[in-house]
């Protein structure tokens, strides 16, 4: 039970070292999409796995990373698994996968996940993505856009939105 205090303290810590730092992407569009999904969220946010159908991505370019327990996840969802302890005590990721997921050169990252979840704020900090989008409330200010929606439908359709937006602005 102190392990894991200790652990998120340090967790969090190194959350906001890394926005501090803020690592960037390169310059331009890779077409790539990035979602991060964690099992208490994803009974309602299953529809975003197949939100690549919407933005006009390529299946092989949007990837997903489900953050929590495997036994929750769908066999016909392409998913990385990231779990608590696949993350050392300094906040350094375990899973090879997990570690080219954060260093993929995403245009856009999406998350949508629980406030509680340290693993996948860890991950989107340490993410190279260009335009992180996410699920209110950002407790450590990480997404570039927030979006306020209790509905998963109202959060799909704001990403959608804003996804066309940035692609103009881009």
Do not use: W
Request: charged fraction near 30%; include cysteine; glycine fraction near 8%.
């Amino acid at each position: 039970m102190i392990a894991g205090k200790l652990k998120n303290i340090i967790h969090s810590k190194k959350i906001r070292r890394s926005m501090l730092n803020g690592k960037l992407s390169r310059e331009g569009n890779s077409g790539k999409i990035g979602l991060i999904i964690d099992d208490e969220k994803f009974e309602s946010g299953q529809k975003l796995t197949e939100f690549y159908k919407f933005t006009g991505v390529s299946k092989s370019d949007f990837k997903v990373v489900f953050c929590g327990n495997s036994d929750k996840i769908p066999e016909n969802l392409e998913a990385d698994v990231l779990t608590i302890k696949d993350i050392s005590l300094l906040g350094d990721f375990k899973n090879e996968s997990i570690r080219r997921f954060a260093s993929e050169d995403f245009d856009f990252l999406i998350c949508y996940f629980s406030e509680n979840n340290t693993a996948g704020y860890l991950l989107a900090a340490e993410s190279l993505a260009n335009i992180k989008i996410g699920n209110s409330p950002d407790s450590y200010g990480i997404f570039d856009v927030e979006i306020h929606a209790k509905k998963i439908d109202v959060f799909q359709q704001e990403v959608l939105k804003y996804l066309k937006i940035l692609k103009k602005n881009n």
